[in-house]
Structure formats: structure tokens, C-alpha cells
T-cell receptor, first 115, second 113 residues
Framework: ETGVTQSPTHLIKTRGQQVTLRCSSQ?????VSWYQQALGQGPQFIFQYYREEENGRGNFPPRFSGLQFPNYSSELNVNALELDDSALYLC??????????????FGPGTRLTVL | AQSVTQLGSHVSVSEGALVLLRCNYS??????LFWYVQYPNQGLQLLLKYTSAATLVKGINGFEAEFKKSETSFHLTKPSAHMRDAAEYFCAVSGWNFNKFYFGSGTKLNVKP
């Protein structure tokens, strides 16, 4: 049990819609990272927030955005959904500002299906 | 640029046999390397990490990995497989000043009785 929770567990949307996924980090963890894991692939880094500011981003378009709140909760928002956005979305929390050395604690993920 | 390559998307071993999961990395800076395990319907869990200290790293559940700079490898091993080791294993790379994390495509380990 990592203490990182995500909601909802599963979600079905249609192409063009918008979606918000939620994550509750482990208490005291100032960094949250979001990953997209397509079927049969490894997680792909979307972005990272440290104390409510984005401080790292992978190769994802601007329609992927996020928010981090002082209460250790965070959101991943995806606009104009495309079929290829269907994936497992993982959030991970860690203590420090630099993910490179820290241990990340992952939630169980949200399975998004875009029809 | 940083990346990892995991050789073998599926590995099958008998219970009690040696487990060897391969990971090769590419990094423009001294890498930090990680192995994570993902059990069905669970989040990823850290097995072990290399952050430029000892090159042989011991992790949880009897796993260990050796950083070999000359071979750009960080293979994961366990002397004796157990049924509970059946899961998917991911190698990942980052760097000391990096706020990005790069995972490999994963290796599914099957343990036969």
C-alpha cells in the first residue's frame, strides 16, 4: 500500500470530450508526476508538478494539462480526446523536487477508454 | 537524450531457477537507473535503484542489479524464482538534475511450477 490513490478506476469517454483524472498523493510528498501507459507498453512521462508548479514535461501536446493543490491532491486534464488517448494513467508522488533520484510511489491508475 | 531498452518482452523460468531480466540504457549524462515491478491491477513498486553509489544494488524480494558502464547495462537478477515473482518488470532511467523519467517497454516474467 503506497498511500497514493486515484479516481476513478475506470472511465469511458467519446472522442472530442474532455476528461479530468484525480490523484491523492502520499502526505508530505511535494512532487506529483503523471504517466500514460498504453496497452503493452511502458509508462510514458507526461509531466511533473512540484509545489503547484509544473517543472518537467514529456512529449505530450498542450491539451494535456494538470493542477496540483496544497492538500497533496492533483488533477490531469485532457481536452479534445483522441482514440489514442486510451490508456492507463498513473500518478506517482515523491518527496523532493528532483524526480531523478527520488523514489516514486505509484497509484493503481485510471483506465481511460476513448470511443 | 535518455532511453532504456529491455530485451525480451516475455521471459519464462521454472520455480527455483535463476531470473535474468535485461536492461540497456542510453544516457547523455551519468544515469540513475531503476527497476520497478507491476503486479496485475496494482501500481508500480520500486524494486531497487542505482544512484552512483555501489554498482551492485540489492533490492527487495531478493532481487539485485549490477550497473556496468562499459556495457551500458543494468540487468536484474534473482538466484531462485518464486511463483509470487510473476509480474511485469520495468527498467527506468533518469539523471541527478532531471525532472523526467524514462521507462522501458517492460518484461513479463512467467514462473512455471
Amino acid at each position: 500500500e503506497t498511500g497514493v490513490t486515484q479516481s476513478p478506476t475506470h472511465l469511458i469517454k467519446t472522442r472530442g470530450q474532455q476528461v479530468t483524472l484525480r490523484c491523492s498523493s502520499q502526505s508530505g510528498h511535494n512532487t506529483v508526476s503523471w504517466y500514460q501507459q498504453a496497452l503493452g507498453q511502458g509508462p510514458q512521462f507526461i509531466f511533473q508538478y512540484y509545489r503547484e508548479e509544473e517543472n518537467g514535461r514529456g512529449n505530450f501536446p498542450p491539451r494535456f494539462s494538470g493542477l496540483q493543490f496544497p492538500n497533496y491532491s492533483s488533477e490531469l486534464n485532457v481536452n479534445a480526446l483522441e482514440l489514442d488517448d486510451s490508456a492507463l494513467y498513473l500518478c506517482a508522488s515523491s518527496l523532493g523536487e528532483t524526480t531523478g533520484t527520488d523514489t516514486q510511489y505509484f497509484g493503481p491508475g485510471t483506465r481511460l477508454t476513448v470511443l | 537524450a535518455q532511453s532504456v531498452t529491455q530485451l525480451g518482452s516475455h521471459v519464462s523460468v521454472s520455480e527455483g531457477a535463476l531470473v535474468l531480466l535485461r536492461c540497456n540504457y542510453s544516457s547523455s549524462v551519468p544515469p540513475y537507473l531503476f527497476w520497478y515491478v507491476q503486479y496485475p491491477n496494482q501500481g508500480l513498486q520500486l524494486l531497487l535503484k542505482y544512484t552512483s553509489a555501489a554498482t551492485l544494488v540489492k533490492g527487495i524480494n531478493g532481487f539485485e542489479a549490477e550497473f556496468k558502464k562499459s556495457e551500458t547495462s543494468f540487468h536484474l537478477t534473482k538466484p531462485s524464482a518464486h511463483m509470487r515473482d510473476a509480474a511485469e518488470y520495468f527498467c527506468a532511467v533518469s539523471g541527478w538534475n532531471f525532472n523526467k523519467f524514462y521507462f522501458g517497454s517492460g518484461t513479463k516474467l512467467n514462473v512455471k511450477p
